[in-house]
């Protein structure tokens, strides 16, 4: 059958008491603030080395939530399920990244002209920053009024978004200067 001997394992039984007090295996969990979300859906966005929640300038803790079209309808995917927003990162510092009013900068959701949802493998399509050379390093391309860019993705004469041969949608890169 190919299988062949991997390990040795010996084993020794002790017999425990009934009315002892054994050490936790488990480690500690750190306690956590009590915070109340905006909605049910709302996800907490916490530090994942510390599980620290993740505030934005003001202190406020910072919430994902399911995003919605015009109509305050819940944008799903083909699958029914709600699509939360991909927040940026800062790739030097490879902090969250907030705009001028201190709000976390999610990447928009790509979607055909027809509104439909872009997915590869079942995966909703989020629009790539647009990254620029600046003092021997990279960062977040920004336009003249400050909001951050995102690359164009290309499409075919007929409007509909070109992809790749594995399914993945084509974007325009930015030339870095």
């Not at 399920?81 to 959701?109: H, Q, S």
């Not at 509104?115 to 647009?130: C, D, K, M």
């Not at 041969?165 to 325009?172: A, E, Q, S, T, W």
Request: with cysteine; proline share 12%; net charge negative.
């Amino acid at each position: 059958m190919g299988f062949h001997k991997a390990a040795v394992q010996y084993t020794r039984h002790y017999e425990i008491p009934t009315d002892a007090q054994l050490p936790s295996l488990h480690p500690p969990h750190p306690e956590l603030s009590e915070i109340t979300p905006p909605a049910p859906s709302a996800i907490p966005l916490r530090n994942l080395e510390t599980n620290e929640l993740i505030r934005k300038p003001n202190g406020e803790p910072v919430f994902l939530m399911p995003l919605r079209d015009d109509k305050g309808e819940l944008i799903r995917t083909s699958d029914g399920l709600p699509i939360y927003p991909t927040p940026l990162r800062d790739p030097e510092k490879n902090d969250w990244v907030f705009d001028a009013t201190g709000e976390l900068v999610t990447c928009p959701i790509l979607q055909e002209e027809t509104g439909e949802i872009v997915e590869y493998q079942g995966i909703p399509q989020f629009y790539t920053p647009a990254y620029e050379a600046a003092a021997g390093g990279i960062r977040l391309q920004r336009d003249a009024q400050g909001n951050y860019v995102f690359c164009a993705v290309e499409k075919d004469s007929r409007g509909k978004i070109v992809r790749s041969p594995d399914g993945l949608p084509i974007f325009k890169q930015p030339l870095l200067v």
